[in-house]
């Protein structure tokens, strides 16, 4: 009981801080960065080669160099990059179409075509092969935490560690701080946000790059967590990141963090005669969710004004 | 010269249909990714039906399977989707914009994960020799052209119908549409069905040019093309969907010599389409250009006859209001108001602002529910009826801030209004166009648009936008109408001929009309009873010359004499 508990927390927790990245770009701009989920895949693949050392095996052939970066550094880099990828793909595929006024479901299509980009272009120089971190390479962390009955791998500890550490600084700043106030601000209504002197353009990046590095910690944690089954992971992954944000109410913070959480219990309490319906869990919700309460569970009502 | 086989143009025809699957409810506005479920369906349904009939009713070693059971697994497929979708529809397009899209990819993924678990779908082998229709697979490309003609030439029919109309009133602004007695659960559930009913045929034909079906063939990455198509394509019309599905289908075979890149291809295409294309390929109007100018039918010598719905009802009573009352949350909007229209009168319903009078034509026309009280039409009692319902009854009104279909053409903004006249059958697909046209350019000059029949709706200037909706509601035939402001922001000409027209109005087609109006020298002349609210209350209720004179009106317009001085 108590073990498939902190099973699901463990998932789960990775789920909550992918959703933020999405839930955090929905609050802003009222839209779905598809490409996020691609993003996931980047982060945990660029990680795997930093710490592996092995490069391609897809078109390209395979190339294996001893330059090889511990644990931390490389999920470091990883996040800086995919923060970067992140505020890129904004420039490119959002930003044009903001200034345009375009309607929302442009920057579904937009952001979905550079999501089939970058997956076919991650296909292209890995292939779609299984990979797996050398968990023996991550220092200080044990294989087996045994404690009394319930036997956890050291990595899903790393994992609920890191995780709940992430969410609850953000929580934190999003909450108390300036920055958080100006990303509320800017939410609410960004042409008033930048009468008030809210750099505004500068935010959306900021929260672009923010969710960028979200994604490529969460790819890296799962990835070394489980394994990385091929590029298309990361799209699967962001399909449940959108149940989270559905079930926890679209561009609430908080609530992405409780509707991750959640799912990843609900999965985990799937008996294992049914492990094929596993999938099905995250996507029962989301369809539940929508039809029970619309405005997820920690939403406020939208309302229509005539 | 590029060489394109056969499997090419039937994998781009079978694109092209699914494309048109995507498209008929996004037609009623409704973003539904939940074609490929469908497609899966009915591919199952070939698959399991035409294995079992092979089996047991056909003689062994037939190799060829009849016709006539391909055309029964079709029939079968289209009922159940549509049962299906319509049975779902209800419950799921209540959700809009991107909430439906997510609640219909969540149906799609539940689909495959449930076709890859249970037993009998064959879980992730799926179902192998499917019996073939033919004996070479290119002659496959029959089979799915004559269902692409069919379906093209009904969604065309469909597009030009008066469903179609709805479906694009409901699309731009669901209120309006609803306003002008289109019933939006009815219409978008029907698309929504449709669009299944499309797509589930596609899947048994494509069982079959398959030989073998499984849960792959449905999944999130086919509903993201499928959108793709449509999005590149052009939302707009069903040429959108069937280009841009044929178009991204065999740009792969374009691209062979870029194999390995295609999807990489692909993806950076459709990005660029969306930024550089936002209209599509077949942009909203396209054929609207070569179209004759509309109003060279019109008729100056016809006019509609006035109608009467409500027979000769010796009440002259049209309408009551019994003790209304209208609560937001806490506030009061409308307390125990109560007074009654006669037949053939012109109503003025005045007050300072945020007396309540808007939130009074909301109850009338049903936009909001009253908290007490009741609301009799010719004796009926309507408190409970919907929208839709009392526009078809002939309770019309015009809104205050305009909820015109701005991206529609003059013409097309009145003629969205007949809907109340449509018979339900598939007759009323083909129906003749002519005496509703006929009719709206009727009311298109009546209101003063003459000229304007082509031009966009959102183009119009404030005036003309009023006097649309005008023309809009009076295509409705109404037996009330409310005007909310008519004569807002016109000049005194303007408001004089308003005025003219209104009385026209009455005196004409016996038309009941009550009307809010700030304008105090129009409501005095025009109207034969004012009712005056305030803060929600009925303060004074009689003829012109009363309320001029009466001191709670004065009161509440000037202050109190105390106040005054």
Known sequence: MLQTLL?????????????????????????????????????????????????????????????????????????????????????????????RRAEPLLYLVSSLGVAILLVNALLLIYGAETRNFDLEAIPFIPVLVEWGDIRLRGIQVLILAVSLAVLALLILVFRFSLIGKALRAVA????????????????????????????SLAGTLVASGFSIPGPHFGLLFGLKALAVIVLGGMGEISGAVLGGLLLGLFEAFVPAEFSGYKEAV???LLFLGLMIRPQGLLGRPILEKL | MLEIDSFVLITMLQQALLGISLYVPLMSGQLSLASPAFYTIGGYLAALLSSAVAKNYLPSGTEIY??????????????????????????????????????????????????????????AIGIFSIPQIYAEQQSYLWLFFLLFVA?????????????????????????????????????????????????????????????????????????????????????????????????LSALPELLRPLQDYRLVVNGSLIVLASLYLPKGLVPDRFWQRWMKDPERDFDPLWKPDPWNRVGSTDATKLLEIKALTVRFGGLVAVKDLQFDLQKGEIFGLIGPNGAGKTTVFNVLSGFVKASAGQVLFANIDITE????????????????????????????????????????????????????????LYWLHFCGLKGQARRLAGDLNYGDQRRLEMARALMAHPEILLLDEPVAGMNLKEKSGMQQLILQLRDEFG???????????????????????????????????????????????????????
């Open chain 1, 282 to 284: 995250a996507f029962t």
């Open chain 2, 66 to 123: 009849p016709w006539t059971w391909l055309l029964v697994e079709l029939a079968l497929a289209a009922l159940l989707c549509f049962v299906l979708a319509y049975g779902m529809g209800r419950l799921v397009l209540r959700l809009r914009g991107i909430y439906l899209a997510l609640a219909t990819l969540a149906l799609v993924e539940i689909v495959r994960v449930l076709c890859l678990n249970l037993e009998w779908t064959g879980g």
């Open chain 2, 511 to 565: 038309i009941t009309v009550v009307l809010i109006e700030h304008h105090v020298p129009l409501v005095l002349g025009l109207c034969d009873r004012i009712a005056v609210l305030n803060f929600g209350q009925l303060i004074a209720l009689g003829s012109p010359a009363e309320i001029q004179n009466h001191p709670a009106v004065r009161a509440a317009y000037l202050g109190d004499d105390k106040e005054l001085g």
């Open chain 2, 151 to 247: 379906v093209a030439s009904g969604v065309v029919c469909l597009e030009r119908s008066v469903h179609g109309q709805a479906f694009r009133a409901l699309r731009e602004d669901e209120f309006a549409g609803a306003a002008m007695g289109i019933d939006p659960a009815r219409c978008k559930t029907l698309a929504f069905a449709f669009g299944a009913v499309i797509a589930g045929i596609t899947g048994v034909a494509s069982a079959h040019l398959l030989n073998t079906w499984n849960a792959r063939q449905g999944n999130f990455d086919s509903s993201i093309n499928l959108l793709a198509y449509v999005m590149i394509g052009g939302p707009w019309s069903v040429w959108g969907g069937v280009l841009g599905g044929m178009l």
């Open chain 1, 188 to 215: 609410e209504n960004p042409a008033v946000a930048g009468l008030l002197g809210i750099p505004v353009q500068r935010c959306i990046v900021y929260t672009f790059a923010l969710s960028g590095a979200l994604a």
């Open chain 2, 385 to 440: 009826w919907s929208v839709y319902h009392r526009a078809r009854l002939g309770i019309l009104r015009t809104f205050q801030n305009l909820r015109l279909l701005r991206q529609q053409s003059v013409l097309d903004n009145i003629l969205s209004a007949r809907h109340r006249f449509v018979s339900k059958g598939l007759g009323s697909l083909v129906q003749e166009r002519h005496s509703a046209r006929k009719e709206a």
């Open chain 1, 7 to 99: 099973n699901g927390l463990c998932i789960g927790s990775v789920y909550a801080l992918f959703a933020l990245g999405y839930a955090l770009v929905f609050s802003l701009l009222g839209v779905i960065n598809f490409a996020q989920g691609a993003v996931f895949a980047v982060g945990a693949y660029l990680t795997w080669s930093l710490n592996t050392g092995s490069w391609g095996g897809g078109q390209v052939p395979l190339w294996e160099t001893s330059f090889r970066l511990s644990f931390g550094l490389s999920l470091g880099i990883s996040m800086l990059f995919c923060a970067g990828l992140s505020a890129f793909i904004e420039r490119v595929a959002f930003e044009p179409l903001r200034r």
